[in-house]
T-cell receptor, first 114, second 115 residues
Framework: GAVVSQHPSWVICKSGTSVKIECRSL??????MFWYRQFPKQSLMLMAT?????????EQGVEKDKFLINHASLTLSTLTVTSAHPEDSSFYIC??????????FGDGTRLSIL | AQSVTQLGSHVSVSEGALVLLRCNYS??????LFWYVQYPNQGLQLLLK??????LVKGINGFEAEFKKSETSFHLTKPSAHMSDAAEYFC?????????????FGKGTKLSVIP
């Protein structure tokens, strides 16, 4: 069964709105959660890493105020794309890792900004 | 710093033929190595991983990979391709001992299987 639940799987919204994506670890406590962005026909680019109860560590070039990450518990992390614009359209994938666990990935969220 | 190079962004094989997807890595410390598969509009599924021990690693769906330190390679193989193997494959490296164990991905190889 699925180890990671990511929701929603597809979002279409107007420019200027904020979109929240949830990532849940179903089988174990996720000490670390990762958020990736994937452009069409390209690899995954790490956006940020978060540990439960701590502020997320963002990769160079990723705007903290644009992509808000909240790792509220050992099983839940959220990514909020604030004031989304067409250039934010992409495939966003979360990943979780626990103690002695490899990284497990969610099924991704396709975000389309009109 | 670690990096991954996947040779060939697109590989086509006939059904029943050998699958060979190439991956070379660079790492300053002994690496952990992974192969993931991605189907359209889905996340990544772990095929196999190498951490320590036996250098020939067997994974799901009949895939296997061999860690060759002297060649800094971790090529993925399957003796006989099946139509359901058509997908995008990503090789990844994670440095052992790194504080955050971050994965660095290759650019991916799209595998097409011809009937």
């Amino acid at each position: 069964g699925a180890v990671v639940s990511q929701h929603p799987s597809w979002v279409i919204c107007k420019s200027g709105t904020s979109v929240k994506i949830e990532c849940r670890s179903l089988d174990f406590q996720a000490t670390t959660m990762f958020w990736y962005r994937q452009f069409p026909k390209q690899s995954l680019m790490l956006m940020a890493t978060s540990n439960e109860g701590s502020k997320a560590t963002y990769e160079q070039g990723v705007e903290k105020d644009k992509f808000l990450i909240n790792h509220a518990s050992l099983t839940l992390s959220t990514l909020t794309v604030t004031s989304a614009h067409p250039e934010d359209s992409s495939f966003y994938i979360c990943s979780v890792r626990g103690v002695s666990q490899p990284q497990h990935f969610g099924d991704g969220t396709r975000l389309s900004i009109l | 710093a670690q990096s991954v190079t996947q040779l060939g962004s697109h590989v086509s094989v006939s059904e029943g033929a050998l699958v060979l997807l190439r991956c070379n890595y660079s790492s300053s410390v002994p690496p952990y190595l992974f192969w993931y598969v991605q189907y359209p509009n889905q996340g990544l599924q772990l095929l196999l991983k190498y951490t320590t021990g036996a250098t020939l690693v067997k994974g799901i769906n009949g895939f296997e990979a061999e860690f060759k330190k002297s060649e800094t390679s971790f090529h993925l193989t399957k003796p006989s391709a099946h139509m359901s193997d058509a997908a995008e494959y990503f090789c990844a490296v994670s440095e052992k001992g790194a504080g955050s164990y971050q994965l660095t991905f290759g650019k991916g190889t799209k595998l097409s299987v011809i009937p």
